[in-house]
Structures are given as C-alpha cells and as structure tokens.
C-alpha cells in the first residue's frame, strides 16, 4: 500500500524552468547557449550538491568561457524567478493527497540560491523537502532515494516516486520505489490510480 508520495520539482511542480534560465545567463555572459551548457557540464554536479559557493561557480564558469566573471547579484536566482511558474493543478492535487493523509516529500535536484529560493516560498502541504545541495547527494544515484525513504519512514514499495526525467526515474526504480514519469496532470492522475492511491 502506498503511503507516500515523493515529487520533483521543475518540471512536475513549477514548469520546467532551464530554458529560460540558461537564456538569461548566456546573455548576461554574452556567449551562445550553447557554450553556457558545455561550461556549466564541467561544474554543474558540485553546483548542484552544495560544494561550491555562488561566486566559486561563476568563476569556473566565466574561466572555461573564457569571459569576465558576471558582476550581477543573485545571478542564478534572478534568471530562476524569471523562470519560475507553478502548475497549479498540481499543486491542488498534491493538497487533496495530503487531506488523504499520504506523507509528502520534495525530492530536488537543485542549487543553494534556488534551494533557498523554495524555502523562503516554503510549498504548502509537504512535511519533507530533500534537495541534492543540501544533502550532497543527487539522483540518479541511489543514496538519495534512500535518505529519502528513511526520512519518511517508509519502505520502498510503500512509496510512488513522480519525475518528468527518464534518469530519474531509472534511479528510483532501482532503489525498488514505484515510479511515474511525469507528462501532464491527467496522465499523472491515472497512473495514481493504478496504484490505488486516492484523492
């Protein structure tokens, strides 16, 4: 019987926000997209597990453009919030499963200004939130589904796990938790049912 649910968050609970965010930092660099992807591929799993600090990050950045280092505040913030965009149906779905009495967990990859970012905004009904720069530990890889699990205090078939990344959904599989992939609201609402899990 599943007694709790685990969500990400760009792309299940917000709108998937890279597109945007990555426009706005290649401007801001005046390199192409392109570029910015290659250069944050070299640094992004220590951005995104909390080992480097904002500052550190743009200076490897800006090292392997080969640009200046961006002098704008809040950089990674601002291009998020630019970004940003709840999907609401969602969100009331995920308030209806919590009056049902599942136990509800964040499971982000994400980066300390957008970590800080979600706690300020502080989405209603979940008890737990695990975010990969927080913890040093990020999916695919198994640990963080398990620190998951035992967060909750549940088993592994006792949970659904819901991502819009194949990846993602890969890891949690192997981890032994049931899992959606995340394409649109009506979708996501049968394959809850599937699992008997009620609203």
């Known amino acids: 019987m599943i007694k709790a649910v685990i969500v990400d968050v760009g792309g299940v609970l917000i709108d998937?926000?890279?597109?945007?965010?990555?426009?706005?930092?290649?401007?801001r660099l005046k390199v192409s997209i392109a570029d910015f992807?290659?250069?944050l591929s070299f640094v992004d799993h220590e951005w995104s597990r909390g080992i480097l600090t904002?500052?550190?990050?743009?200076?490897?950045?800006?090292v392997?453009?080969?640009?200046?280092?961006p002098t704008e505040k809040n950089l990674w913030a601002n291009g998020f919030k630019l970004a940003y965009k709840?999907?609401?149906?969602?969100l009331d779905l995920i308030g209806l499963l919590k009056k049902q009495g599942y136990e509800l967990a964040i499971l982000s990859n994400t980066e300390p200004p957008v970590r800080e970012l979600f706690v300020t905004r502080k989405f209603p009904h979940f008890s737990h939130a695990v975010y990969s720069c927080e913890v040093g530990m990020m999916k695919p890889n198994r640990d963080i589904y398990d620190y998951t699990l035992s967060k909750l205090g549940v088993k592994p078939q006792e949970a659904v796990f819901i991502d819009d990344k194949q990846?993602?959904?890969?890891?949690?599989?192997k981890a032994g938790i049931p899992t959606i992939i995340f394409t649109d609201?009506?979708?996501?609402?049968?394959?809850?049912?599937?699992?008997?899990v009620r609203w």
């Not at 998937?16 to 401007?27: L, Q």
């Not at 990846?167 to 599989?173: S, Y």
């Not at 609201?185 to 008997?196: C, G, S």
């Open 37 to 39: 992807k290659k250069a």
């Open 16 to 27: 998937k926000p890279v597109t945007v965010m990555f426009a706005y930092y290649s401007s």
């Open 54 to 62: 904002e500052k550190d990050f743009w200076q490897r950045v800006a």
């Open 185 to 196: 609201i009506k979708t996501l609402k049968t394959e809850l049912k599937k699992l008997n």
């Open 64 to 69: 392997r453009l080969r640009v200046n280092e």
């Open 86 to 90: 709840e999907k609401q149906e969602v």
């Open 167 to 173: 990846e993602n959904i890969a890891g949690a599989k």
